[in-house]
C-alpha cells in the first residue's frame, strides 16, 4: 500500500478590482477559506488578515491546507469588508467569492479569476489570484558506507555485520530510521549506496545527533552488537572518496571489560551528497500532464443490457457500477488534464456495421478521434454506444494496455517529465489473456503509465489480484520482471455501500508514488522547474 503521507501546501491570495463598499475611504478586505464537506455542507478552514483601505489587498497570511491527489477538495474563497469587531461575517459586506478544487490550483499553480456575487453574477471587476506553494524540504542523502577489521562474533565463520542508523526525537529517544542489507562472513564489509530523506534522517538539522549501530545478524532474532558511533550531518557531508570520513566502532560493554580495548572496527563513509529530488507536486505545478483513457468490458459475461440483472443495465437513474467507478476516478483525474479530452474505448463487443468482434474500439465509434470531452462526454458516449453494440467475447486486456503504451512510449521522446498516462480499466472478470497482458503490463511498466483496474459484479478476480504487484513482482510469460509495480485492482464491491469517494481514494492512492518513481528512475525533470523561483 502507498506510504500515507500528507503533503501541506500554502496558499497566497490577493484580489485586484474589488468592489468599493466604503463611503469616503476604501474597502478592508479580508479572505475567508470554506471548504465543503458534503453537499452544501461548508466549514471554514481558516482566514486572513484585514488589509485597510485596498481594493487590491496581497493578504500576509498564507492558508496551509492538507492535499491529497485521490480526493476532490472543494474550496471556497470568500471576501468580506470588515468594518466591525464581530468574528461573524454576516453582518459585514460582501465583496464576491470564488469556488474551485485543490486540484485546479495546484495543476495551474497560479489561478486567477472572476470573483461572483452569490446570485452567480459578476462582482464587478474583483478578481482573485491564488498561488499554490508545495511546503516540504525534499533534500535526500545519498550515502555509501564500507567497514573494516570488526569483531568477529560467530564461532564458526566471520560475522554477518549490517548497519542501523537512528535519529532522536524531541524527548531524547532514538527511533531508527534506516537498516542496511545484511553481509554475510565478511569483517571488511560494503554496503550497497542507498538513500534516505534529510527529513528522516535528522529531521533536516545539520547538527542534530545520528546515532549509527553495527550488528552481526543472527538468524535467530537475537544480532549482536559490535558496536555504534555518533555523528552529525554536518560531519558526515565532509565525506569523499578521496578523503572518507572514519569512525571508530566502540562496544561499550566490551571497553569496560578490556583495559587495552581500542575498538571494534571501523566504519568509513566514502561518500555523503545532498540531493534535491522533485516531489508528485513538483511535476504538477511544473507542468506534468495527466493523460487519462478508459477501456469499457463489452463481453457477454456481463449479461443483456437490456436485462436489470446486467452489469451493463442502466437503473432507473441512469447510473451502473461501469458509469460509477468512471465518474468517480474521472473525475479526479480531470483536474490534471488541461484539454479535458478523454480517449474511451471497449473491448470483447460485436461492433457495427459489420459486427466483427473488436478488442479496442472507441465508444464514439470515431477511430480518427476517440476523445470525448470531459467526464460526462465518456457517460454520454457509453450510453449511446451500449444499445449499438452486441456483447460478445472473449476478455482481452492486451490490446487496449497496448495502445495506451504506443503514446506513452511516444512521450518518452520529450526529454522532460511532461506526460504520464492513466488507463482505466472496468471489467467484470475472468481475463482470456493473460499471458499476452502479463507481457503488455511488464512492458508498459518501463513507460510513464499506471493501470487501474476496477473488477464490477461478483466473478472470482483472482487472477486481478496475481497482476497487481503488491505481493511480488510481475514477470511476463518469458519470465521478464516488471520494473516497477504499475496495477492497482480493486473489486468495485468493496465499496458498494461506501461514499461515492472511497472508490477514487483506494484506486489513485499508489499513483502519486508511481509518477515520482517513472520520472526519478528516468531522472526527468518537469517542464517547468517549480524549485526555480
Not at 516531489?279 to 457477454?300: E, K, P, R, S
Not at 452486441?390 to 511532461?418: D, E
Not at 471489467?427 to 499476452?436: E, K, N
Request: charged content about 20%; proline content about 5%.
Amino acid at each position: 500500500m502507498a506510504a500515507q503521507c500528507v503533503t501541506k501546501v500554502e496558499l497566497t491570495i490577493s484580489c485586484t478590482n474589488l468592489l468599493d463598499k466604503d463611503v469616503g475611504s476604501k474597502s478592508d478586505p479580508l479572505c475567508v477559506l470554506l471548504q465543503n464537506t458534503s453537499g452544501q455542507q461548508w466549514y471554514e478552514v481558516d482566514r486572513t488578515e484585514r488589509v485597510k483601505n485596498s481594493l487590491n489587498p496581497k493578504f500576509a497570511k498564507k492558508f496551509l491546507v492538507d492535499y491529497y491527489f485521490e480526493l476532490v477538495q472543494k474550496f471556497k474563497f470568500g471576501i468580506y469588508d470588515i468594518d466591525n469587531k464581530t468574528f461573524d461575517l454576516g453582518d459585514d459586506d460582501f465583496l464576491g467569492e470564488f469556488e474551485c478544487t485543490l486540484g485546479q490550483i495546484v495543476s495551474s499553480r497560479t489561478l486567477t479569476k472572476p470573483l461572483v456575487l452569490k446570485n452567480g453574477r459578476p462582482a464587478g471587476r474583483g478578481s482573485i489570484t491564488i498561488t499554490a506553494e508545495e511546503v516540504k524540504d525534499n533534500r535526500v542523502v545519498i550515502l555509501e558506507v564500507e567497514a573494516r577489521k570488526l569483531d568477529n562474533k560467530d564461532f564458526f565463520g566471520k560475522s554477518d555485520p549490517y548497519l542501523e542508523f537512528h535519529k532522536q526525537t524531541g524527548d531524547g529517544n532514538w527511533v531508527m530510521v534506516h537498516r542496511t542489507e545484511v553481509i554475510k562472513n565478511n569483517l571488511n564489509p560494503v554496503w550497497r549506496p542507498f538513500k534516505i530523506s534529510l527529513n528522516s534522517l535528522c529531521y533536516s538539522d545539520m547538527d542534530k545527533s545520528i546515532k549509527v549501530e553495527c550488528y552481526d545478524y543472527d538468524s535467530d532474532g537475537s544480532h549482536d552488537l559490535i558496536g555504534s558511533f555518533q555523528t552529525t550531518m554536518s560531519k558526515l557531508k565532509e565525506a569523499s572518496r578521496s578523503s572518507p570520513v572514519e569512525f571508530e566502532c566502540i562496544n561499550e560493554k566490551k571497553r569496560q571489560k578490556k583495559k587495552n580495548y581500542k575498538n571494534s572496527g571501523i566504519v568509513s563513509v566514502k561518500h555523503c551528497e545532498i540531493i534535491v529530488e522533485c516531489t508528485f507536486l513538483d511535476y504538477i505545478m511544473g507542468g506534468c500532464q495527466l493523460n487519462f483513457t478508459v477501456g469499457i468490458d463489452f463481453t457477454g459475461s456481463n449479461g443483456d443490457p437490456r436485462s436489470p440483472d446486467s452489469l451493463h443495465y442502466l437503473s432507473p437513474n441512469g447510473v451502473n457500477e461501469y458509469l460509477t467507478a468512471i465518474w468517480s476516478v474521472g473525475m479526479v483525474i480531470q483536474d490534471y488534464d488541461t484539454d479535458k479530452m478523454f480517449p474511451a474505448f471497449g473491448f470483447g463487443a460485436q461492433i457495427p456495421p459489420s459486427f466483427q468482434v473488436s478488442h479496442e474500439f472507441p465508444i464514439n465509434f470515431n477511430p480518427s478521434n476517440p476523445f470525448c470531452n470531459g467526464i460526462q462526454g465518456i457517460v454520454d458516449a457509453y450510453r449511446a454506444c451500449l444499445p449499438q453494440v452486441k456483447l460478445y467475447g472473449p476478455t482481452n486486456f492486451s490490446p487496449i494496455i497496448n495502445h495506451v503504451a504506443r503514446f506513452a512510449a511516444a512521450a518518452t521522446q520529450q526529454q522532460t517529465a511532461s506526460q504520464y498516462f492513466i488507463l482505466l480499466i472496468i471489467t467484470d472478470g475472468v481475463i482470456t489473456d493473460l499471458d499476452q497482458t502479463r507481457t503488455a503490463i511488464v512492458n508498459a511498466s518501463k513507460l510513464p503509465m499506471s493501470i487501474i483496474i476496477v473488477g464490477v459484479g461478483g466473478a472470482d478476480f483472482d487472477a486481478m489480484e496475481f497482476l497487481d504487484g503488491d505481493n511480488g513482482v510481475l514477470r511476463s510469460s518469458s519470465g521478464e520482471p516488471a520494473v516497477r509495480d504499475i496495477v492497482q485492482f480493486v473489486p468495485f464491491r468493496k465499496f458498494q455501500n461506501s461514499p461515492k469517494e472511497a472508490l477514487a481514494q483506494c484506486v489513485l492512492a499508489e499513483v502519486p508514488q508511481q509518477v515520482v518513481n517513472y520520472f526519478s528512475t528516468y531522472k526527468l525533470q518537469p517542464p517547468r522547474n517549480p524549485a526555480a523561483k
